[in-house]
């Protein structure tokens, strides 16, 4: 059963993988602000809790998803200068 867990842990966070590249190419990120804050805020505390219940598989998840979520965040507060 762990085996499904760490399938849906390799394709959740290989949706990030794509609007990454994106975002770090375009220089912005043209998600919805409060839609990365929680999404922020909610892998960060399911880190959190996975890690002290021990769970491998959602404690590897939600720490990258939430690197994944940062780094969108970050190019919506910091875009890149467009030259």
Do not use: H
Not at 6 to 34: D, M
Not at 39 to 47: D, F, N, T
């Amino acid at each position: 059963m762990q085996i499904i867990g760490y399938i849906g842990l390799v394709a959740i966070v290989i949706c990030w993988v794509p609007q990454s590249i994106e975002t770090i190419k375009l220089g912005r990120c043209p998600i919805n602000f409060w839609f990365l804050v929680l999404s922020v805020i909610g892998s960060i505390g399911l880190a959190i809790y996975a890690i002290d219940l021990g769970d491998p598989v959602f404690g590897t998840l939600n720490s990258l998803t939430t690197v994944g979520a940062l780094l969108n965040l970050y190019y919506k507060l910091f875009p890149r200068k467009i030259e």
